[in-house]
């Protein structure tokens, strides 16, 4: 049985309100919300351009970490860009926390029609089914700067039954950051295969150095290890794997391939990681990589800034694609998803400006100015500058979507691998066993989404 | 004035009540209806009515979850209640004792309670931190490596001393006025009779404390079942899920984990966790109010 939005929203109109008015009280009392209406409405009367009224539209992002500035500080140069091309639109940018903070924000910001464009990760299938972006996000298809992005970067993470419905600006890998003073001391080389990590750990450990640095803190930060572990181990046995697991609903995790990705989770981290790993809290991460006291960080490559920020004690970043396999070709495969990008609301009553702010945010010139900054994955082909474009800027070779976001919602197994790893109650046997029956067990909280994506759209999103 | 006076009581409660109802009441019944439907909390995405799925899938597809919430649910509840009390009713003896530097003692007890959870939490955080938190140093010297909130053998009995002492301090206080209400009279009548301080603790203090005991056994028990906001600040319900209750759980499925977040099948694990409470809270309340009479 199928109930309308309105008629449930109806029926319960009053506890719904009374929640949302404790829960995000802000959303309607914020300068966004009450500045949208009375500046939106002149602008809905006369088209944009030059001599038209004021118009203000109302852009929301999470911020990260200490990105947050750089962020805020990029927005702001783009903004006054576009002033100067518009001077009667006034954009408000309102940066909202992370995390669950950022999520409920969001929610609530759309739900109350009062954010003009969002900020949205590049598209994963839990994307695609909240946001439906067919139907709540407009058409950026037509836009000419799409022209300038990287048809793969568009077809993985801005595309949903053949249109672009948002601009995705940057993209995220699971990489290897490294501390190139102490790997220069032992003389060690950036490693292409297992053996080759597992001995210059050997090194490391033998000279007395911490090998592996890992804020596990919360648990869901392993995530990234496991997405580089199946990405070199796992995947090239089964490029279908997640394909078949989205479109057909079928998953074996007991493979001998997936047992062996668990086998060497376990046994490297018991190993080479820092005792303390599993204690110590993510956004410390950055810092404490910084102190120089680590030869290597298993994360992702958005920490390269967040590294910089905190001022390393190294004189030299750098970074490699974690060689997990004994195939160095595999191993050469970076595991990516779609990070930051915009999505401009259906319900705008300004979707021209919204377009063309979007557009603007697109064109080269522009783009590569922010990225600059913000020092991201760049979706387009543009040349960055400083240590940290230079040390991943040739990792971007071979890149593949990661497994990081490809769980559809009500999948209720363990995706980061944290019951492995972080407890003593599995062996990799075992493990694989549990996660399979999770996996099952869940299937009628997910069945239902199987159909939505078809083997075409698969084609696509992993090539 | 007369024919009007007795409305007046019940114009003063209304605005408490609609209080009650609107911020209360009509949320609580939201959840139960929500815990009916696939309500995924996003804008402009269709609720479907699934009646009973929701409790079929947590009964059945989440039952491993299910029973490591619940397992992980009771030690921290039996042990915070257990010991929190014991060690309460302890202080607020000692305290009634008329020692030196008692009101320093129980200003020092009940700080915590003022702190908040947040800034317990965050203070425990800090304590316990792998990598040169002072707990840590000191069981350095005494050549113990400990990663308490990371290591899963003792995160959650970690989370359990800091709930302990956070709360210990409001629980003291009851069971401090509770004492102090117990007339002199009675210790007089037992001095004659010739009883020793310890046996006037457990024969004439203990008996004479029920009403505290049921207040302080059934808070504790309701806030260590539905409480997630400690667990939130120092584990976040890790690791490997071995601190992350039911209040815990119902938060991460409803707000947090992003790929599983699932406010419609959180509703159910909330109402789950309501029968729970209600049943327990029943039970205990049942008991001890027997025993108060007894007594």
Redo the contacts between chains.
Sequence with gaps: MSLSRRRLLGSFALGAGAVVAAACGQSTSSPAGTSAPATSAPAAAAPAGAGAGPVTINVIAWNSGSSAEAFKTAMSQINDQFKQKRPNVTVNFEPLGQGATWTNAQMARIAGQTTDVTATYGFAPQDIINFQPDTQFLDLSSLSSIKSFDQTNVARFMTWKGKVWQMTLAYVGHIVWTNEDMLAKYNLKHPTTYAELQSMSDTLKANKEMPIFYAAKPQTALNRLASQIEMTVGRPKHPNFWSDLLVQGKADFTTPEWVESFKRAKEFTSKYFDPAFSGIDYPTGAGLFATGKYAMWPEGSFSGGDIMAAKPTFQKLGAFTAPWSDDADANAVQPVYGDIGWAGLKYTKNPEIVLEWIDFFGQKENFKSFMQVLQYYPTQAVDLTGPVPTAEAPLLKKTAVSKARLALPGMTYDTSWSELLLSDQYTPETYAQYVQKNFDDSRPQWQKYIGLFDADWAKLYFS | MGRTAGIWPYVCLVPALAAFI??EI??A??TS?FSL?DY??????????V?L?NY??LL??????LIRALQVTAIFSLLVTVVQNGLAVLIAWLLNSRLRGQITVRVLVFLPVVLGATVNGLTW?VM????GGPVTLLLAELGI?A???????TALYAVIWVQIWANLGFSMMVYLAGMQGIPAEVYEAGKIDGTSPWSAFRHLTIPLLAPSITINVLLAIIGTITGYELIFVL??G?????SQTLGMWVFNQA????????PG?AATIAMVQFMLVFAIALVAQYYLRRREAVL
């Design positions: 609107f911020l009509v949320p019944l939201g209806i439907t995924s909390g996003l804008p402009h995405a269709p609720i479907n009515w009646g799925q079929h899938d059945t597809g989440g039952q491993t979850f955080y316990f931190n792998p990598l490596r990663n308490l909130l990371g290591n899963a053998a584990t976040d890790g690791p490997a899920f071995t707000f947090f984990i992003s790929n599983n977040r699932l099948y």
